[in-house]
């Protein structure tokens, strides 16, 4: 097995710490050849579609492809935005808010973010970080819920990079955090802001992307994970059992997947005279193509189309301010172990720094 060039060991270097920061992933523009570049790189997982190759590569590249590439580009135009992909542009600017939040608790980690599928492709952001010294590597998952179909494929794409790599750096997971105080702290306070500043609904639904049936049976906590999420986040919030549902969003194929589903229920909701509904998906934490097309887009015309009258969408955490010490909460508690804190004089340094960044910005903002 041919090993990738890398950098030389240099015997003495300073030791490096870096978390990566890995989200699902997303076309480089709102066209139907890179959607369909991406859709073959994401469909031909066998972490995702659990069919026998053979059958699945005709499927594949001869019925899906050709079609949903053109239908998915139409999708990703109506999110698009300026600066890019609204997937990559949140995951990005976590990653950047998440060092200096760490920074600021006097850390030395060099913080990245990668994609699964498309770019930054994350056998690159390793690559680099090997370049960079690094050989202290946590991996962070952005699904707070587990499963094979997310969580696992990303164990899978770093094992099979260092399985080219000879001096490994040193490597932790993060498999979920579903159930953290500071994660479910973040989406309460997302919640009552949503209500404080637009009032509350008759419902809450929490829609979490939905997977095959299947998977539950074959033993994928990722069914059970979603439901304790809603569990806490209902005690957190103070609702009765009635006031908060959990449902399930983007079926594929004729197979069964989780229930209820996300869309027939917000439809049945609307016919038995639900006038208001608040839809939040707790499973992702930047918003992207199935939160913003499929759910505050698609679903809210089924809702509305049944006879509803308000759908109030509740964005994702994104760069929320409780998120992004969610994730340094998380992050900090795995890091455990690893030399990451500033000497004295580098914690002197950073506040000041710190200090001349807030009298700039104080500065700009008074010339405005």
């Not at 304790?228 to 079926?251: I, N, P, Y």
Request: charged content about 20%.
């Amino acid at each position: 097995m041919a090993f990738n060039d890398e950098p030389k060991y240099t015997h003495g270097s300073a030791s490096k710490t870096a978390i990566v920061l890995v989200n699902l992933g997303t076309p480089d523009a709102p066209d139907a050849s890179a959607v369909r570049r991406y859709l073959k790189q994401f469909l031909s997982d066998p972490r995702v579609v659990e069919i026998p190759r053979a059958i699945w590569w005709l499927i594949l590249n001869g019925i899906i492809l050709p079609i949903r590439a053109k239908k998915s580009a139409k999708k990703y135009a109506l999110i698009w935005t300026k600066e890019g992909s609204p997937l990559k542009v949140h995951t990005a600017r976590q990653a950047m808010l998440l060092r200096g939040q760490l920074g600021e608790q006097g850390h030395a980690v060099q913080v990245a973010y990668a994609m699964s599928y498309g770019n930054p492709g994350l056998p690159d952001v390793l690559n680099q970080l090997q370049k960079d010294g690094c050989d202290r590597i946590l991996v962070v998952p952005a699904y707070p819920q587990y499963s094979a179909t997310t969580t696992a494929s990303i164990f899978d794409a770093v094992s099979t990079h260092y399985r080219k790599v000879r001096n490994i750096p040193e490597l932790r997971f993060i498999k979920h955090y579903h159930d953290d105080a500071a994660y479910i702290h973040a989406l309460k306070n997302s919640v009552l802001a949503h209500w404080q500043t637009h009032g509350r609904g008759e419902k809450l639904v929490l829609s979490f992307h939905g997977v095959p049936k299947r998977t539950l049976m074959l033993g994928d906590p990722y069914h059970c994970e979603c439901y304790k999420t809603a569990r806490l986040l209902a005690e957190q919030l103070g609702l009765a059992k009635d006031d908060l549902l959990v449902t399930f969003q983007s079926r594929f194929g004729k197979a069964e997947w989780l229930q209820p589903y996300t869309a027939p229920t917000l439809q049945k909701l609307a016919k038995e005279g639900l006038q208001r509904v608040d839809v939040m998906c707790p499973g992702f934490t930047s918003d992207c193509l199935e939160t913003l097309e499929e759910i505050s887009l698609e679903a809210k015309q089924e809702f509305l189309t049944a006879g509803g009258k308000e759908f109030h969408y509740i964005p994702c955490l994104n760069e929320s301010p409780d998120w992004i010490a969610a994730l340094a909460v998380i992050a900090t508690r795995h890091l455990k172990g690893w030399p990451t804190r500033l000497s004295a004089a580098e914690s002197e340094a950073l506040r000041a720094q710190q200090a001349v960044s807030s009298a700039e910005a104080r500065r700009l903002g008074a010339a405005q």
